[in-house]
C-alpha cells in the first residue's frame, strides 16, 4: 500500500507562492498518474492538477490553470505543485493522490486509490 505525505503548506500572502511536495513511500508511485485535490471550508473536495505517469502529460482545473504547475520527479517518489499568484480562495486543505491509471489523469475522487492526509494552504488578502 502507497503511503503519501504531503508537504510544504503554510500562510502566504495573496500574490505569493508556494511549492507543494508529495512524498510515496513506494516506488510503484512513479508507474501511475497522480494527482492534486482541495478542500475549501464548506465545500466538497475538488480537482486541481493532475500528471502522467511520465510527466509528458498534465491537466489543470480552469481556476488554476496558469497559476498552478503541477510536475513529478519519479526517481524520488515525489510529485510537486507549483503554485503562484494565489488567492484568497485558494485557501483550502491540499491533497495528493496516487490514480489508478498510467496513462490518463482522472479528474473524480474514484479514479485515485491512495491519498495522503494534507496540507493547510491559507492565503490571506
Known amino acids: 500500500q502507497v503511503q503519501l505525505v504531503e508537504s510544504g503548506g503554510g500562510l502566504v500572502q495573496a500574490g505569493g507562492s508556494l511549492t507543494l511536495s508529495c512524498a510515496a513511500s513506494?516506488?510503484?508511485?512513479?508507474?501511475?498518474?497522480a494527482g492534486w485535490f482541495r478542500r475549501a471550508p464548506g465545500k466538497e473536495r475538488e480537482f486541481v492538477a493532475g500528471i502522467t505517469r511520465n510527466g509528458f502529460n498534465t491537466n489543470y482545473a480552469d481556476s488554476v490553470n496558469g497559476r498552478f504547475t503541477i510536475s513529478r520527479d519519479n526517481a524520488k517518489n515525489t510529485v510537486y505543485l507549483q503554485m503562484n499568484s494565489l488567492k484568497p480562495e485558494d485557501t483550502a486543505v491540499y491533497y495528493c493522490a496516487s490514480a489508478s491509471s498510467r496513462y490518463s489523469v482522472g479528474h473524480r475522487e474514484n479514479d485515485y486509490n491512495y491519498w495522503g492526509q494534507g496540507t493547510q494552504v491559507t492565503v490571506s488578502s
Open positions: 513506494e516506488r510503484t508511485f512513479s508507474n501511475y498518474a
